[in-house]
């Protein structure tokens, strides 16, 4: 792990008290490996995490080994931590579950719309489109405020659904392909703007077509699964 990579780290402090702290961790460390801040394969060096994370040993082991748990972090014999590697077969798994899972939630949604769902569509679609994907001057420099505007255009397609228990699958397979999304955004492949993508999906939802909307936000996912396969592919 290089020490750019670790410096990022320290832009969310933890400020839980010692009950917490370990989720606290656990919640941060977790959030830089999706984002792919700590990069898949790097070393976990304990020590290092300390300093980085501004806290002590007990609760960075801690939420090591709960990372360890949840596969996210690989523990090897005389080797230690590391974040888990990325592999082609994970991400078609991950995409082909966002697929049949929002396919559900979102038809379930349009059956239940509402004014102020559809207000909230509206609203998210607004803001996400007049956020860049990438930094001014630049090709592929990630600009902070469009990951969060994007989160929240996805999520409010499916709010409807009335089922905490689907968002929640919904949610854990979105986190999960955020790794993945990074490779997407570094790739030279990448797409430079997804106005068009997401507008279309918003109309086909707000026009009550079910099977339209479905069409687009799976063709959506399935874009960023052949950027991500090329990348992966390719010889390094």
């Known amino acids: 792990m290089t020490n750019a990579s670790m410096a990022k780290t320290t832009?969310?402090?933890?400020?839980?008290?010692?009950?917490?702290?370990?989720?606290?961790?656990?919640?941060?460390i977790r959030l830089d490996i999706?984002?792919?801040?700590?990069p898949p394969g790097s070393r976990l060096k304990i020590d290092a995490l300390c300093q980085a994370y501004e806290t002590t040993l007990n609760p960075v082991r801690e939420a090591l080994n709960r990372l360890t748990a949840e596969g996210l972090v690989d523990l090897e014999d005389q080797r230690g931590f590391s974040v888990a590697p990325v592999s082609i077969e994970e991400w078609r798994e991950i995409v082909r579950g966002r697929c049949l899972m929002e396919a559900c939630a979102l038809r379930e949604a349009i059956r239940n719309r509402t004014e102020a769902w559809e207000e909230g569509i509206v609203l998210s679609l607004y803001r996400l489109s007049r956020t860049p994907r990438f930094i001014e001057g630049?090709?592929?420099?990630?600009?902070?405020?469009?990951?969060?505007?994007?989160?929240?255009?996805h999520n409010a397609l499916l709010t409807a659904c009335n089922s905490r228990i689907v968002l929640e699958?919904?949610?854990?397979?979105?986190?999960?392909?955020d790794r993945y999304r990074h490779i997407a955004s570094i790739s030279p492949q990448a797409r430079q703007s997804y106005v068009e993508e997401h507008r279309d999906i918003a109309d086909a939802v707000l026009d009550g077509d079910a099977d339209k909307a479905v069409e687009l936000l799976t063709a959506h996912y399935r874009r960023t699964l052949a950027v991500v396969e090329d990348f992966l592919e390719k010889p390094s």
């Open 138 to 153: 630049t090709a592929q420099t990630p600009n902070p405020e469009w990951e969060p505007r994007h989160h929240a255009f």
């Open 11 to 28: 832009s969310r402090r933890p400020t839980a008290g010692k009950a917490t702290a370990a989720s606290a961790i656990f919640a941060a």
């Open 34 to 38: 999706l984002a792919g801040k700590l």
């Open 169 to 177: 699958f919904c949610e854990d397979l979105r986190e999960r392909s």
